[in-house]
């Protein structure tokens, strides 16, 4: 059976405001980072806007991968790519866009941890109350009986195009794919956007 997750498509607007409250958390607790990590791939943006608040230039990556494709957990989470530079000493906060499971931010966090930074903080745009691993600072908190899968505007033709394919199976054609993803998604895609990802009629 094809499974379809709800969706909530994340504006810019959303994004923003999410970064002004962490950043704000952030300096409230008096504890401004030397250096940020950003979880690669998602927590990169994340990383950056949260740099451009708190006014920290060092931005160090760290790649960690759990979801294989959309909404569709890729086993456990596992460290990939290792710190692209040195913390040790630093005061770091590790960022990523969301804590799901908890279980990526975790394990960065671990990694990160024995790298020896002065200190070590953690921070996500969302948090969904279910996830095992809570963050120091978050922007949002979805409970947990109200899960959803967050389209946030880096991955919104990764996400656009793996979602628009399991619709196909359901119901095929332009107008069948827009349906189901209305329907079982909540997500209402303009047609130029599904003709991207679905390609030319066969």
Same mark, same amino acid.
């Given at each position: ?6 969706? *909530? @498509?994340?504006?810019?607007?959303? #994004?923003?405001? =999410?970064?002004?409250?962490? $950043?704000?958390?952030?300096? %409230?607790?008096? !504890? ?24 920290? *230039? @060092?931005?160090?990556?760290?790649? #960690?991968?759990? =979801?294989?494709?959309?909404? $569709?957990?890729?086993?456990? %989470?596992?460290? !990939? ?24 931010? *975790? ?51 990764e996400d656009l195009g793996t979602l628009a394919a399991r619709a196909a199976e359901i119901a095929p054609g332009l107008e069948g794919v827009g349906r189901t993803l209305r329907e079982r998604c909540g997500l209402d895609v303009p047609a130029d956007d599904l003709r991207r990802v679905l390609g030319p009629p066969r």
């Amino acid at each position: 059976m094809v499974e379809l997750p709800r969706c *909530r @498509r994340a504006t810019w607007p959303e #994004v923003e405001g =999410w970064a002004d409250a962490v $950043a704000a958390k952030v300096r %409230a607790a008096g !504890t401004r980072p030397e250096t940020i990590v950003g979880l690669t791939r998602g927590g990169w943006v994340p990383a950056r806007l949260l740099g451009d608040r708190l006014g920290v *230039r @060092r931005l160090v990556a760290l790649r #960690v991968q759990h =979801w294989g494709v959309t909404a $569709a957990r890729d086993g456990q %989470a596992r460290l !990939t790519e290792g710190l692209s530079g040195e913390i040790a000493g630093e005061a770091v906060l590790v960022v990523d866009d969301i804590t799901d499971t908890g279980d990526s931010l *975790r394990l960065a966090s671990e990694h990160a941890r024995a790298a020896r930074p002065r200190s070590l903080e953690t921070a996500a745009l969302v948090h969904i109350a279910h996830a095992t691993f809570v963050p120091t600072y978050f922007g949002e908190e979805i409970p947990r009986d109200a899960w959803v899968w967050v389209v946030f505007p880096w991955n919104y033709w990764e996400d656009l195009g793996t979602l628009a394919a399991r619709a196909a199976e359901i119901a095929p054609g332009l107008e069948g794919v827009g349906r189901t993803l209305r329907e079982r998604c909540g997500l209402d895609v303009p047609a130029d956007d599904l003709r991207r990802v679905l390609g030319p009629p066969r």
